[in-house]
């Protein structure tokens, strides 16, 4: 029991550091940025390089490593993400919908088939492997890598919400967020606030990537696929543009999935965790603590 | 005369905002009532309770007889209501007489099947669907052309089709929501017409606007909204001497702006 | 194919080879022409390897005329659209495995079970917002491909083999190759062909007034949600039948064949075709099928392209290389005639 909630509530941190990304980006401009789960795969394959190019790296060193080659990965998706915003998303700002989706979808194919072409089809073995003691508290087995990785991505979340809640920008993001054309005529520069949230929400998801091929030890162009899929449904479940919310659901995500598995077998996880998506779109659209706004006719 | 709307204690609000705060009025057969009021008094989600777009919070929405508060839209146009928009609402992509089409899906005539099929009935209404689209185009009097996309035409000429679009509907009620907006001199006066060619058919209308030459000359009654609240209901005469209706539209410099916030 | 009739076109013309060619693209002939070459192109190329591509390209062209529906007609994007086709597949298998019946006669329980599947996706989520409904079909695609994969009744990983042929009538066995190719195409172009039509009826307005601008749809009195969960429903049996011919064409219905990239791929012959317009769709399918035939050599980075190429055909040309032309001929003189006593309607609104 007190392991189903430990192993929830870890994956379920992964979930939420995805989760902000979409969420951000969706609160600003109201985008599903498909590829979202790819950049954390692209993290993933980034920390990769990094630490393939380093040479062996002793054990003693590897979580040294493993932060600055988190930090690099995390610096080069949040370019990624600016860059692709600015290829791809911002000439269809103001396009129908369907028009943005599918460039999301042609961004996201982009980004896992280049993968694909660099680095190979195959899976490849992640060369840092976060190995530790294994403790027993309160009955769950609970291993010094996951408190690591857990320690990490709650600073980030901490880091980010301390970034948003003080400072102008994370003012702006929010103003945004409420009503566009409102904050664009207070003189907010509404690009540079994308911009910025591009780079946060997949820098988010880069170290994410890196954390999940240090612990999982694998890593593939398609790892991103079903944990962006995963992520937005955490984000749905918390109430999609809500910052606060994407972090509750992604370890709401994470424990009904733990206690599902358990129930009804491994090989159910992902449909039980989609079943969930389609319950929460039916029931409460507006998630745990989003609100419901009339939209303007 | 039987009313064939009747709008009781109307009420919606967004967030702190009350939009409309207990408005209440009637139209009855053939009838052009006014909706007047300054920007942001609450016209346009008056429209929107009525045809169901927004959810009334109170009141009550008759239509003959028949309580359509909160329908779904559809089902409120299918009870025999019919509108424009504010901002133009029309498909952009399509041609000119498939937008009035559009007004015309509730005649039915055609199964999909038909249609798969080609049977002699779905051409039939193929027809039909054609010829009345002409035919709504010509009572507007629109004069462009008709088989090219909308979002080609002059802003003038896309609110022609789009109130042909209603008509189209054949609907008891027509709500239009600022329909001379941004049309010149002459373009109003055609407009004048219209209106009481559509009145002739029998079809009541109740329009927002706010050009006060051509509320005076066309409306029965003006309804006049401030803040939410009904302030007026009453003859051109009327209204036009009404001294809260004078202060809404000149102003008093004092408090009153603040007072609605907390409303 | 498709037998619209746009007889005559009040549109300037001019003689360049560009508008040549596009003139052609419209003509109504088009869907006879291409209809011919189908049927002739085995007296070209009849090796079994050509007869298995042809007839493969074939079943992806139904498939995209399904698709068109949902998101070239109606605007709704699916990206889970292949779990239709499998949905259908299985069912055909397996009902004509258990059974020993041909498949041909599992067509009824096909259709009902993508209509159930269409009415489990669509219903809770026809109400949201579009880019909802497309995450969720991107899920939904998932989870159909991981639930074959677990199910014993499906074959677990290894899929379903020996499925019974289409039919054999007086020593004539449909699944013969040539025969079966013969047979796609044809059940291809009465599909496409009703789809085309479809577009082009009362329906298939509603569908686009609905894409277009819901809210106005609404006022004019379309159940949008109704005829959006129609467009879903029709998609779904598209792929339904896609999945029939599948499941005949090879025997064998596995869950790897029903990976997202299937769903990508397809959704790519209709934004590269032209969404909304049957021949672009028609053409764009036949594109990204045969293409990689063409240039095998290139297929580690043919994804990337497709990737690519989808983001630049957005920014730069959104309605698609062949999009739906907007246009109905005029009438003659259509202002100061008496508008009730007009003469018979010409023929354009036959349409
Ligand atoms: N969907 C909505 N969400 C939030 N606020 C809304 C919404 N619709 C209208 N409002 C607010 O309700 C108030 C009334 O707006 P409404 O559009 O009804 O005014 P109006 O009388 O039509 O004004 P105008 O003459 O400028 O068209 C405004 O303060 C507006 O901002
Ligand atoms: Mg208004």
């Not at chain 1, 103001?94 to 982009?110: C, D, E, K, W």
């Not at chain 1, 980030?156 to 003080?166: A, C, E, G, R, T």
């Not at chain 2, 669907?129 to 000429?157: C, K, M, T």
């Amino acid at each position: 029991m007190t392991q189903l909630l430990w192993d929830g509530l870890f994956v379920g941190s992964f979930y939420a550091l995805i989760a902000l990304g979409y969420s951000m980006v969706y609160g600003i401009i109201k985008l599903l940025n498909f590829a979202h789960g790819d950049i954390y795969m692209l993290g993933a394959f980034i920390g990769f390089a990094a630490l393939t190019s380093f040479g062996g790296i002793p054990a003693s060193l590897s979580i040294g490593a493993l932060i600055v080659v988190m930090m690099l990965s995390m610096l080069l998706t949040g370019g990624a993400g600016v860059l692709i915003e600015r290829l791809a998303y911002r000439p269809l700002r103001g396009a129908p919908r369907l028009a943005v989706l599918i460039t999301a979808v042609g961004v996201s194919f982009s980004l896992e088939y280049g993968v694909a072409a660099i680095a190979g089809p195959n899976p490849r073995a992640f060369p840092v492997r976060l190995e530790g003691d294994v403790f027993d508290v309160l009955g769950a087995r609970i291993s010094l890598p996951q408190i690591i990785l857990m320690l990490i991505a709650a600073a980030l979340m901490v880091l980010l919400n301390f970034y948003i809640q003080k400072t102008s920008t994370g003012r702006a993001m929010r103003s945004i967020s409420l009503d566009r054309n409102a904050s664009l005529l207070m003189g907010i520069n509404v690009n540079a606030v994308i911009t910025r949230t591009f780079f946060i929400g997949s820098a988010l998801a880069g170290a994410a990537g890196v954390m999940a091929g240090a612990y999982y030890g694998k890593i593939d162009f398609l790892m991103g696929f079903i944990i962006g899929l995963k992520a937005f449904t955490a984000a749905v479940i918390g109430g999609i543009g809500n910052i606060k919310g994407a972090m509750l659901g992604g370890l709401v995500l994470g424990l009904v999935e733990a206690f599902g598995s358990e129930w009804f077998g491994g090989q159910w996880r992902d449909v039980f965790a989609f079943g969930v998506l389609i319950l929460f779109l039916t029931l409460r659209p507006t998630g745990i603590l989003g609100e419901r706004v009339t939209e303007r006719v | 005369m039987t009313a064939v709307l009747e709008v009781k204690d109307l009420q919606i609000g967004f967030g702190g905002v009350k939009a409309v705060d207990g408005l209440s009025f009637s139209v009855h057969e053939k009838e052009i009532i006014a909706v007047i009021g300054p920007n942001g008094a609450g016209k346009t989600s008056a429209f929107n309770c009525i045809t169901g777009f927004y959810k009334p919070t109170a009141g009550s929405v008759t239509l003959k007889g028949q309580n359509i508060t909160g329908k779904r839209p559809a089902d409120i146009a299918a009870a025999g209501v019919t509108r424009t928009f504010q901002n133009l609402r029309l498909f952009p992509d399509l041609t000119v007489l498939d937008n009035v089409r559009a007004g015309m899906h509730l005649y039915g005539g055609q199964s999909w099947f038909d249609a798969i099929l080609h049977t002699p009935r779905f051409r039939r209404s193929e027809n039909r669907y054609s010829d009345e689209a002409h035919h709504w185009l010509d009572f507007v009097g629109y004069r462009g052309p008709r088989g090219v996309p909308i979002r080609n035409l002059s802003y003038g000429q896309q609110k022609q089709v789009e109130i042909a679009r209603a008509l189209a509907r054949k609907a008891d009620l027509l709500l239009l929501d600022e329909p001379a907006a941004g049309l010149n001199f002459s373009e109003k006066q055609v407009l004048l017409s219209l209106c009481r060619r559509i009145r002739e058919l029998g079809t009541a209308i109740v329009l927002i606007e706010h050009d006060m030459g051509l509320v005076m000359e066309l409306s029965e009654r003006i309804v006049v909204m401030n803040f939410g609240r009904e302030i007026a209901d009453g003859t051109p005469a009327e209204v036009k001497a009404n001294p809260a209706v004078i202060e809404a539209y000149l102003g008093k410099d004092d408090e009153e702006v603040p007072s609605h916030g907390d409303a | 194919m498709s037998t619209s009739v746009d007889k005559t076109r009040t549109r300037p013309r001019s003689n360049s080879a560009g508008a040549k060619l596009s003139r052609f693209m419209e003509s109504p002939k088009i869907g006879w022409v291409a209809f011919a070459i189908a049927l002739l192109m085995p007296f070209i190329i009849a090796t079994p390897y050509a007869l298995n591509v042809m007839t493969t390209a074939a079943i992806f062209v139904l498939l995209a005329s399904g698709l068109n529906i949902v998101v070239g007609y109606c605007g709704l994007l699916d990206l889970g659209y292949i779990a239709f086709m499998a949905v259908g597949a299985y069912t055909a298998g397996i009902v004509a495995k258990s059974f020993q019946l041909p498949l041909l006669f599992t067509i009824p329980a096909v259709i009902v079970m993508t209509i159930l599947a269409g009415l489990i996706i669509g219903a809770p989520t026809l109400r949201l917002r579009s880019d909802y409904l497309a995450i969720v079909t991107l899920g939904f695609g998932e989870i159909t491909r991981i639930t074959a994969n677990n199910l014993s009744i499906t074959g677990g990983p290894s899929g379903i083999f020996g499925i019974p042929g289409l039919l054999e009538i007086g020593g004539i066995d449909l699944q013969e190759p040539a025969i079966f190719y013969y047979v796609t195409v044809v059940v291809v172009a009465l599909f496409v062909l009703a789809a085309a039509r479809l577009g082009k009826s009362r329906l298939g307005r509603a569908w686009r007034f609905v894409r277009e601008d819901e809210d106005a749809a609404e006022a004019m009195g379309i159940h949008t949600y109704k005829v959006k969960l129609m467009a879903y429903i029709f998609g779904a049996i598209w792929g339904g039948f896609g999945g029939i011919l599948f499941a005949a064409h090879l025997t064998a219905v596995s869950p790897q064949s029903f990976v997202f990239l299937q769903s990508a791929l397809v959704l790519m012959a209709v934004v590269l075709g032209g969404m909304g317009n049957m021949r672009g769709v028609v053409i764009g399918a036949l594109v990204i099928s045969l293409l990689p035939e063409l240039l095998r050599d290139l297929s580690d980075y043919r994804y990337l392209a497709f990737g690519i190429l989808l983001v630049v055909v957005m920014v730069f040309r959104p309605q698609g290389f062949w999009p739906a032309r907007g246009f109905e001929p005029e009438r003659p003189a259509p202002n100061e005639a008496a508008t009730e006593s007009e003469p018979a309607p010409p023929k354009e609104a036959i349409r």
